[in-house]
């Protein structure tokens, strides 16, 4: 059987990537820096992957200059909050996008939210307890 490890985006700005997933309530697990490919390595996550939780990491490519795109096939992360208005309540206090607020989706009573990181990549926020 496999372990789903993590999923890795493209970051123009480490600093403030790493910044906001700590508003999400993430943490710097590990970081590899690479002088030779010239890029480094940030892995954010709420545990270790030790504990199961897959990681979120960030590459930020030295000399890239442009935005990256993002493309047709990306959709979104997904993370589970208690309370997800009032991470978005945090997102929006720290100068961060949001894109939908939290309610309930169309058709169904799964209460979910979008934001959108210093990238533009979307992370949805699902309530806990909601049938997802």
Do not use: C
Not at 75 to 83: K, R, S, T
């Amino acid at each position: 059987m496999g372990t789903y490890l993590h999923t890795m985006v493209r970051v123009r700005d480490l600093d403030r990537s790493i910044t906001f997933y700590k508003v999400l309530g993430m943490k710097e697990l590990r970081r590899r820096e690479v002088p030779d490919g010239k890029y480094t390595l940030v892995f954010m996550g709420f545990e270790d992957n030790a504990h199961g939780q897959a990681e979120i990491e960030l590459t930020h490519n030295w000399d890239q200059e442009t935005p990256y795109e993002i493309g047709t096939g990306f959709g979104h992360f997904a993370l589970g909050y208690e309370d997800i208005a009032a991470v978005v309540e945090k997102v929006r206090a720290a100068g961060g996008k949001v894109t939908r607020e939290a309610g309930p989706v169309k058709f169904g009573t799964t209460v979910i939210a979008f934001v959108e990181d210093p990238d533009g990549y979307k992370i949805e926020f699902i309530q806990r307890g909601s049938a997802y």
